[in-house]
Protein backbone atom coordinates (compact mmCIF):
# COMPACT_ATOMS: atom_id res chain seq x y z
CA UNK A 1 0.00 0.00 0.00
CA UNK A 2 1.47 3.34 -1.06
CA UNK A 3 1.47 7.05 1.46
CA UNK A 4 -0.77 7.47 -1.78
CA UNK A 5 -4.03 5.25 -1.09
CA UNK A 6 -2.98 5.13 2.92
CA UNK A 7 -4.25 8.88 2.65
CA UNK A 8 -7.15 8.29 0.62
CA UNK A 9 -9.75 8.06 3.02
CA UNK A 10 -9.36 12.11 3.09
CA UNK A 11 -10.98 12.40 -0.15
CA UNK A 12 -14.26 10.16 0.97
CA UNK A 13 -17.21 12.23 1.82
CA UNK A 14 -18.66 8.93 3.37
CA UNK A 15 -16.05 9.30 5.94
CA UNK A 16 -16.41 12.44 6.91
CA UNK A 17 -20.02 12.11 7.32
CA UNK A 18 -19.92 9.22 9.70
CA UNK A 19 -17.60 11.63 11.88
CA UNK A 20 -19.39 14.01 12.11
CA UNK A 21 -22.69 11.78 12.85
CA UNK A 22 -20.34 10.11 15.64
CA UNK A 23 -19.49 13.68 17.28
CA UNK A 24 -22.96 14.80 17.12
CA UNK A 25 -24.24 11.58 18.98
CA UNK A 26 -21.44 11.48 21.06
CA UNK A 27 -22.06 15.31 22.29
CA UNK A 28 -26.23 14.92 22.66
CA UNK A 29 -25.08 11.92 24.94
CA UNK A 30 -23.29 13.71 27.06
CA UNK A 31 -25.68 16.99 27.41
CA UNK A 32 -27.83 14.40 27.86
CA UNK A 33 -26.52 13.03 30.67
CA UNK A 34 -25.71 16.36 32.13
CA UNK A 35 -29.40 17.88 32.00
CA UNK A 36 -30.62 14.06 33.35
CA UNK A 37 -28.33 14.20 36.35
CA UNK A 38 -29.49 18.41 37.04
CA UNK A 39 -32.64 17.09 37.19
CA UNK A 40 -31.96 14.18 39.07
CA UNK A 41 -30.29 16.43 41.85
CA UNK A 42 -32.43 19.36 41.39
CA UNK A 43 -29.35 21.42 40.90
CA UNK A 44 -29.25 25.14 42.17
CA UNK A 45 -33.27 24.78 43.11
CA UNK A 46 -33.66 25.50 46.98
CA UNK A 47 -37.04 25.59 48.57
CA UNK A 48 -37.50 28.19 51.76
CA UNK A 49 -38.98 25.90 54.30
CA UNK A 50 -42.19 27.99 55.77
CA UNK A 51 -42.33 28.83 59.25
CA UNK A 52 -45.63 26.81 60.65
CA UNK A 53 -45.29 27.28 64.46
CA UNK A 54 -48.69 27.46 65.88
CA UNK A 55 -50.70 25.45 63.04
CA UNK A 56 -52.43 22.40 63.17
CA UNK A 57 -50.58 19.46 61.17
CA UNK A 58 -53.32 19.93 58.40
CA UNK A 59 -52.95 23.64 57.59
CA UNK A 60 -49.46 22.85 57.92
CA UNK A 61 -49.47 19.48 55.47
CA UNK A 62 -51.30 22.47 52.93
CA UNK A 63 -48.17 24.95 53.19
CA UNK A 64 -45.80 22.69 53.07
CA UNK A 65 -47.40 21.23 49.59
CA UNK A 66 -47.75 23.82 48.25
CA UNK A 67 -43.72 24.49 48.90
CA UNK A 68 -42.72 20.84 47.37
CA UNK A 69 -42.48 19.86 50.82
CA UNK A 70 -43.52 17.04 52.51
CA UNK A 71 -43.76 16.91 56.55
CA UNK A 72 -44.53 14.75 58.85
CA UNK A 73 -45.33 14.17 62.81
CA UNK A 74 -42.01 12.38 64.98
CA UNK A 75 -42.59 14.09 68.37
CA UNK A 76 -44.88 15.46 70.72
CA UNK A 77 -44.59 17.43 73.58
CA UNK A 78 -46.80 19.42 76.04
CA UNK A 79 -46.81 23.25 76.41
CA UNK A 80 -50.02 24.14 78.71
CA UNK A 81 -50.74 27.62 77.33
CA UNK A 82 -50.59 25.86 73.38
CA UNK A 83 -53.51 24.48 71.87
CA UNK A 84 -53.28 20.76 71.73
CA UNK A 85 -52.21 20.13 68.12
CA UNK A 86 -50.65 22.83 67.48
CA UNK A 87 -46.75 22.52 65.76
CA UNK A 88 -44.11 23.55 68.76
CA UNK A 89 -41.27 23.32 66.59
CA UNK A 90 -39.97 21.97 62.71
CA UNK A 91 -36.75 20.90 61.48
CA UNK A 92 -35.10 21.57 59.59
CA UNK A 93 -36.02 24.87 60.67
CA UNK A 94 -38.19 27.75 59.40
CA UNK A 95 -36.43 29.87 56.66
CA UNK A 96 -33.47 27.24 55.78
CA UNK A 97 -33.30 26.15 52.43
CA UNK A 98 -33.60 22.65 51.22
CA UNK A 99 -34.39 20.64 48.18
CA UNK A 100 -38.22 20.15 47.00
CA UNK A 101 -38.94 16.85 48.06
CA UNK A 102 -37.52 17.05 51.34
CA UNK A 103 -39.21 15.94 54.34
CA UNK A 104 -39.93 18.52 57.22
CA UNK A 105 -40.13 16.71 60.90
CA UNK A 106 -42.74 18.44 63.20
CA UNK A 107 -43.22 18.30 66.99
CA UNK A 108 -47.02 19.06 67.88
CA UNK A 109 -48.59 19.89 71.84
CA UNK A 110 -49.62 16.65 72.44
CA UNK A 111 -53.08 15.87 72.31
CA UNK A 112 -53.60 14.41 75.75
CA UNK A 113 -52.85 16.29 79.10
CA UNK A 114 -50.40 14.35 81.05
CA UNK A 115 -51.39 13.21 84.11
CA UNK A 116 -49.14 13.91 87.48
CA UNK A 117 -48.85 12.54 90.78
CA UNK A 118 -50.17 14.88 93.73
CA UNK A 119 -47.46 15.92 96.20
CA UNK A 120 -47.73 13.58 99.47
CA UNK A 121 -49.13 16.79 101.82
CA UNK A 122 -51.33 15.32 103.87
CA UNK A 123 -51.14 15.02 107.73
CA UNK A 124 -47.36 15.81 107.01
CA UNK A 125 -47.37 19.45 105.68
CA UNK A 126 -48.45 22.61 107.28
CA UNK A 127 -50.53 25.39 104.60
CA UNK A 128 -46.96 26.94 103.65
CA UNK A 129 -45.10 23.55 102.90
CA UNK A 130 -48.40 22.21 101.67
CA UNK A 131 -48.74 25.09 98.68
CA UNK A 132 -45.18 25.61 98.01
CA UNK A 133 -44.95 21.81 96.78
CA UNK A 134 -48.09 21.97 94.94
CA UNK A 135 -47.44 25.05 93.24
CA UNK A 136 -43.76 23.57 92.20
CA UNK A 137 -45.37 20.56 90.89
CA UNK A 138 -46.96 22.42 88.33
CA UNK A 139 -50.53 22.51 90.03
CA UNK A 140 -52.89 25.46 90.71
CA UNK A 141 -54.37 26.06 94.40
CA UNK A 142 -57.88 26.99 94.60
CA UNK A 143 -59.19 28.55 98.34
CA UNK A 144 -58.65 26.01 101.11
CA UNK A 145 -61.27 24.23 102.18
CA UNK A 146 -61.36 24.19 106.50
CA UNK A 147 -62.13 21.65 108.34
CA UNK A 148 -61.83 21.00 112.34
CA UNK A 149 -58.73 19.99 113.38
CA UNK A 150 -55.30 21.53 114.03
CA UNK A 151 -55.06 25.00 112.79
CA UNK A 152 -53.15 25.67 109.30
CA UNK A 153 -52.38 22.34 109.06
CA UNK A 154 -52.93 20.20 105.89
CA UNK A 155 -54.93 17.15 106.23
CA UNK A 156 -55.90 16.05 102.28
CA UNK A 157 -56.10 17.26 99.10
CA UNK A 158 -58.72 17.69 96.66
CA UNK A 159 -59.68 17.53 92.76
CA UNK A 160 -62.89 18.32 91.64
CA UNK A 161 -64.92 17.76 94.65
CA UNK A 162 -63.17 14.50 95.07
CA UNK A 163 -60.58 13.44 98.21
CA UNK A 164 -57.22 12.32 97.01
CA UNK A 165 -55.37 9.52 97.74
CA UNK A 166 -51.62 9.04 98.22
CA UNK A 167 -50.31 8.78 94.29
CA UNK A 168 -52.83 9.14 92.67
CA UNK A 169 -52.64 11.61 89.47
CA UNK A 170 -54.55 14.19 88.37
CA UNK A 171 -53.68 16.50 84.46
CA UNK A 172 -50.65 18.89 84.45
CA UNK A 173 -51.89 22.29 85.61
CA UNK A 174 -55.00 20.92 87.38
CA UNK A 175 -56.40 23.37 90.37
CA UNK A 176 -56.33 21.36 93.59
CA UNK A 177 -57.93 21.85 96.61
CA UNK A 178 -56.17 21.51 100.14
CA UNK A 179 -58.29 20.52 103.40
CA UNK A 180 -56.71 22.72 106.07
CA UNK A 181 -57.53 22.39 109.95
CA UNK A 182 -59.50 25.51 111.13
CA UNK A 183 -58.09 25.53 114.97
CA UNK A 184 -61.24 24.06 116.04
CA UNK A 185 -60.14 20.54 118.17
CA UNK A 186 -61.32 17.30 116.50
CA UNK A 187 -63.97 15.51 118.90
CA UNK A 188 -62.93 12.79 120.86
CA UNK A 189 -64.43 9.36 122.67
CA UNK A 190 -64.01 11.62 125.85
CA UNK A 191 -65.73 14.53 124.87
CA UNK A 192 -68.80 12.18 124.14
CA UNK A 193 -71.99 13.26 126.60
CA UNK A 194 -72.89 9.80 129.05
CA UNK A 195 -76.45 10.12 128.71
CA UNK A 196 -77.08 7.56 131.61
CA UNK A 197 -74.79 9.96 133.85
CA UNK A 198 -76.84 12.71 133.21
CA UNK A 199 -80.10 11.31 133.95
CA UNK A 200 -78.67 10.15 137.26
CA UNK A 201 -77.37 13.69 138.11
CA UNK A 202 -80.64 15.38 137.18
CA UNK A 203 -82.76 12.71 139.29
CA UNK A 204 -80.67 13.18 142.32
CA UNK A 205 -81.27 16.94 141.84
CA UNK A 206 -85.09 17.10 142.52
CA UNK A 207 -86.16 17.63 145.83
CA UNK A 208 -89.38 15.60 146.09
CA UNK A 209 -89.61 15.99 149.84
CA UNK A 210 -93.34 17.82 149.17
CA UNK A 211 -94.81 14.60 147.81
Given at each position: ?104 YLTINTLDIPLRPVPDVADNSSVRQAQAKVLAAGFKLDENELIP ?63
Amino acid sequence: MTIKEFFSFKANKYFWLNLLAMVVVVTLLFVGVLKWLDSYTRHGEAVVVPDVKGMTVGEAEMLFRNHGLICVVSDSSYVKNKPAGSILDVNPSAGQKVKEGRIIYLTINTLDIPLRPVPDVADNSSVRQAQAKVLAAGFKLDENELIPGEKDWVYGVKYMGRQLEIGDKVPVGATLTLLVGDGEALPTENDSIDVDSLMEDTDSSVDDSWF
